[in-house]
């Protein structure tokens, strides 16, 4: 396949079952598992789509015009996404990020050409926040793709990564996505409420608290403006070591070396499984690859020990 | 073909700072033709030219006799490229724009239709559809990919609409055999 | 200096009819602000409230895109040939102007 630029190969991701994961009791009722693998787009993670979504929208407004740069607060997938488009497109970005952030993360940006810009580490994901916007109010340069209210986000979703499922699998009967910003979920749930009704929609989310900073704890008070939670058919919390869990399961079971909120994906899927009608068809989204996560302990990390060290907002957005 | 419901949408203007854009429309709506009709060839074009860019949005254009909304009939239909490569988003080249445009002004001829694809969403414009039409008198054929909008033949469903100072309206659009 | 700029149909309305439509500019700027003088209904067609050239109206100079020349800086001369012709462009994406 032919492209003009690798900002445009994304979607089209591959659906592998994985039934090898369902405990006996499920599949002997004829519950068949799959994962849509989206950690084999440019970046290795969902937001692949979500980041050429959001920058084609702001070029279409005609608001990346020369001399603009992009700025988003992310120590996470989207920001390495947001990279690749924007080296790939000739845009300078610049990312917020609290000081604390991996070294892999910052690496990986910083090799696609974005500018990074600390924040303080005790502050969290909120301090990258409120520092971009204040970055953003000094100086007009900046444009924010601003992924928790630019409706790009749960719209290609709906218009791709929907649509791709069913294509592949008419049959389909729930589909299970990590909530992050809740664009994946809302995307998904607006697509299949129109093409197959009767699909449900589950969301795994991360436990609200420390490790998940107030900004973006469902729990705390902050509904990102793109996400919309009354679609789905359940919401389940799954803690940091459920996530690691679920996420060595996945390798070792299947050869999908995935992340931890891939890992927490799972686990929902594996409820849902418990308790869903004989020959059911679950898909679960794997929005992200592990790699990045070998030095938090992902691979054989001690339990105990890695809850400490895990950041709970990187790994969801 | 059933006549649709009369849709209207409206949006804001789209530009930072920008006026909303008002296009004097030389043919008011209820002076406008009731139906209007494609060849099965050109249908036939359309919907073979979504399928085959999917998953990017299709566009294209129908070169007329006279504009749709003053009568003209359609002649032929010309596919484009999506310069914006999205699926959800189009903007046929600006290249082939002007080509296409100069080559039918010198011939005597108009822009009658203008096309493009929604790959998994209703062939209903959007609030981008409706902000940035910029041709009045043009009818806005948009084709649906979406399973639950097929043709009763199972083929892409197609639906026509004018798109005058923002407010989108259908017509019912007949496809000869 | 004289700068034909051709007008396409969909615009004929705000230029009283006239196909083309001969003006002065040492740039492509100031050529347009010398139309939009002679014809003031087409001010919203090209230009912004700031005076930039309107996202969705595509500028040619002598067949290119003004966008990849110098934008409203492309220096004009003599009896090169403007085309002014409103974008077609739109898609399913998420609302516009949100």
């Not at chain 1, 445009?8 to 006996?24: C, M, Q, S």
């Not at chain 1, 952030?101 to 940006?109: G, M, P, Q």
């Not at chain 1, 971009?132 to 924010?144: I, Q």
């Not at chain 3, 996202?55 to 002598?62: L, T």
Request: proline share 6%; hydrophobic share 45%.
């Amino acid at each position: 396949m032919r492209y003009e630029s690798i900002g445009d190969a994304i979607g089209g991701t591959p659906l592998v079952r994985v039934d090898a994961l369902i405990p006996e009791a499920a599949r002997a009722k004829g519950i068949h598992l799959y994962a849509k693998v989206e950690m084999l787009g440019p970046t290795g993670s969902i937001k692949d789509r979500t980041a050429k979504a959001l920058i084609d929208d702001l070029v279409f407004k005609g608001l990346l015009a020369p001399g603009k740069e992009l700025l988003e607060p992310t120590s996470g997938n989207t920001g390495a996404a947001l990279a690749v488009h924007a080296a790939a497109r000739g845009i300078p970005i610049t990312l917020v990020m609290p000081s604390n952030v991996t070294e892999e993360r910052r690496a990986f940006v910083r090799a696609l050409g974005a500018t990074i810009v600390d924040s303080p580490a005790d502050q969290g994901s909120n301090g990258a926040v409120l520092l971009a916007r204040a970055m953003a109010k000094a100086d007009s340069k900046y444009v924010s793709p601003d992924q928790y209210s630019n409706q790009a986000n749960p719209k290609v979703h709906e218009i791709t990564t929907a649509p791709e499922i069913l294509a592949d699998l008419p049959e389909v009967d729930v589909v299970v996505a990590g909530l992050g910003t809740g664009g994946t979920a809302t995307g998904l749930a607006r697509y299949f409420a129109r093409e197959k009704p009767s699909v449900k929609i589950w969301s795994a989310e991360p436990m609200p608290g420390e490790k998940v900073t107030g900004l973006r704890s469902l729990e705390d008070g902050f509904t990102p403006e793109v996400m919309d939670t009354e679609l789905l058919a359940g919401r389940i919390l799954v803690n940091s070591r459920d996530s690691i869990i679920g996420a060595r399961a996945l390798a070792r079971a299947t050869g999908i070396l995935a992340g931890p909120s891939t890992g927490a994906t799972l686990a929902v899927a594996l409820r849902v499984a418990r308790d869903a009608e004989p020959n059911s068809n679950i898909v679960f989204i794997a929005c992200d690859a592990g790699w990045k996560y070998f030095s938090a302990g992902l691979g054989d990390g001690n339990l105990d020990e890695m809850e400490d060290a895990l950041e709970g907002d990187v790994f969801w957005w | 073909m059933e006549i649709s419901t009369r849709w209207k949408t409206r949006s804001k203007a789209m530009s930072s700072g920008g006026s909303t854009q008002r296009l004097d429309s030389v043919v008011g709506i209820a002076d406008r033709p009731k139906r209007v009709s494609i060849s099965a060839e050109i249908a036939i074009a359309i919907r073979a030219h979504a399928r085959g860019e999917a998953p990017r949005e299709a566009c294209g254009i129908i070169i007329g006799s006279a504009p749709a909304a003053s009568g003209g009939a359609p002649l032929r239909w010309i596919p484009t490229t999506n310069v914006l490569a999205s699926s959800t988003l189009y903007e046929i080249d600006p290249a082939q724009l002007l080509r296409i445009s100069l080559d039918a002004d010198d011939a005597g001829e108009s822009i009658w239709g203008i096309v493009h694809s929604h790959v998994a969403s209703p062939a209903v414009p959007s609030v981008t559809d409706t902000t940035v039409a910029g041709y009045p008198d043009a009818l806005y054929l948009l084709v649906s990919l979406a399973p639950s909008q097929a043709a009763p033949d199972g083929e892409p469903g197609i639906r026509a609409w004018w798109i005058v100072d923002q407010v989108a309206t259908e017509v019912e659009l007949v496809v000869q055999a | 200096m004289s700068i034909n700029v051709r007008i396409p149909p969909v615009l004929r309305a705000q230029t009283g009819g006239a196909k083309v439509v001969s003006v002065d500019g040492a740039t492509l700027g100031a050529t347009l602000h010398a139309l939009v003088a002679a014809h003031p209904d087409l001010r919203e067609q090209i230009f912004e409230a700031d005076n930039t050239l309107r996202r969705w109206v595509n500028v040619y100079v002598d067949g290119a895109d003004a966008r990849h020349l110098g934008g409203l800086e492309t220096p004009t001369r003599d009896d090169i040939e403007v085309v002014i012709l409103p974008a077609m462009a739109g898609g399913a994406a998420a609302p516009v102007g949100e």
